[in-house]
């Protein structure tokens, strides 16, 4: 049995039958192709080998001046050059660069965001030193260190716990810290007084910790107290001296004539701090 050939299978098969010099394409059309021209004569060689010589040689002449011409440039540009200099660089064209983008501000030169106030804080401290918060007594000392830490003073007197991030306004009954213990050294104006408070922070009474005496409106009873950081305004974050403590500031006291005055205080630091006057002929 004999399979009929496809058409273009059969077109091919005859296309490659054909002599060289004719042949069908795929549609059944004969090509013939293009009758090589005659010989070319001895004259015409001749001369075209010529012009092929003549062009060769105006190319290499012309390479041969470029090469010169840069060669030239570049004995000029290394003579222009300092005498340190080893070698001269040929010009290239500029790159491009990426637009640079302006680096972030450092953190140092951040502006500080003000802290966020939260009004009213549910704190409470006692005249005795006890810190409240809800109501209720703070048991851990740590945590009343901490929140004495960053305890701050308003031109209004009015006292803030002030963070970076907030800050809340607190009441406070008398002075937020009591001074529970006194330690002094040496004797007259060389003498040295310092103070223990409730949260176990050491002043040293003197310029930069000056000693005061408020007496009460009604019973003209005196209180002491020493400054234990400046505040906002002229009002300071101070510490009530106990009881206890100020009669041992009494026992060390020594009479002086303070303005005109003849006052009983004490020396600390080379400052006298008065603690109260003395009655007429005690001086």
Not at 200 to 226: F, K, M, N, S
């Amino acid at each position: 049995m004999t399979h009929a050939s496809s058409p273009a299978t059969g077109i091919v098969a005859k296309a490659r039958d054909l002599p060289p010099a004719v042949r069908t394409d795929p549609v059944g059309r004969s090509c013939v192709p293009h009758a090589e021209p005659p010989h070319a004569t001895h004259a015409e060689s001749v001369h075209a080998t010529h012009a092929e010589s003549v062009h060769a040689a105006h190319a290499e002449s012309v390479h041969a001046a470029r090469a010169d011409s840069l060669h030239a440039d570049t004995l000029r540009t290394a003579r222009a050059e300092p005498s340190g200099a080893t070698h001269a660089e040929v010009p290239r064209a500029p790159r491009r660069t990426k637009t640079s983008r302006s680096a972030p501000p450092a953190a140092g030169n951040r502006p500080r965001r003000a802290p966020a106030e939260c009004g009213d804080l549910p704190f409470i401290i006692r005249r005795d030193g006890t810190w409240l918060y809800r109501g209720s007594p703070i048991g851990r000392k740590e945590l009343v260190c901490l929140f004495a830490s960053v305890l701050q003073r308003e031109e209004d007197g009015s006292f803030w716990l002030q963070t970076p991030a907030e800050r809340g306004r607190i009441d406070v009954e008398d002075a937020p810290f009591v001074a529970v213990e006194l330690d002094w050294s040496g004797h007259g104006r060389n003498q040295v007084l310092s103070f223990r408070t409730n949260v176990d922070q050491i002043v040293t009474a003197g310029p930069d910790h000056p000693i005061r005496i408020a007496h009460d409106l009604l019973t003209c009873e005196p209180t002491p107290y020493i400054m234990i950081r400046p505040g906002a305004g002229v009002p300071a974050v101070e510490a009530r001296i106990g009881r206890a403590v100020y009669y041992e500031l009494v026992a060390l006291g020594v009479p002086e004539l303070y303005r005109g005055r003849h006052m009983l205080g004490v020396w600390s630091c080379g400052q006298f701090f008065p603690l109260g006057e003395l009655p007429p002929g005690n001086d």
